[in-house]
């Protein structure tokens, strides 16, 4: 049963945008937390964005921080990531996880942290 669904992957050039979405169809959305990570081949995946729907509070890697952006549908129910002048090291699957119970902000880039997570999107950024 899937539960979280990744879209909005695809090619693009350095410098250029894409937007991912990812739509919670489970009955009652609740999640504490949301994040989006990302694997690129032969990499461990690494925390890319998080937001904590109740308090808003949001958080970026390092990496991302200026160029990315993770929002939240009004009805909770789709998460977005706006990635803006991606780069060739921004190549990766991207998922999106959401958390059910507390949501331990300082561990939100810990994939332990998720109980549920998409199947992912594929971002290639080329030159």
């Known amino acids: 049963q899937v539960q979280l669904e990744e879209s909005g992957g695809g090619s693009v050039q350095a410098g250029g945008s894409l937007r991912l979405s990812c739509v919670d169809s489970r009955y009652t959305s609740s999640s504490t937390c949301m994040s989006w990570f990302r694997q690129a081949p032969g990499k461990q995946r690494e925390a890319v964005a998080f937001i904590k729907p109740a308090t808003g509070i949001i958080k970026y890697a390092d990496s991302v921080k200026d160029r990315f952006t993770i929002s939240l549908a009004n009805a909770k129910n789709t998460l977005y990531l706006q990635m803006n002048s991606l780069k060739l090291e921004d190549t990766a699957k991207y998922y999106c996880?959401?958390?059910?119970?507390?949501?331990?902000?300082?561990?939100?880039?810990?994939?332990?942290?998720?109980?549920?997570w998409g199947q992912g999107t594929q971002v290639t950024v080329s030159s």
């Open positions: 996880a959401a958390k059910s119970s507390y949501c331990y902000i300082n561990s939100w880039s810990l994939t332990s942290l998720y109980d549920y």
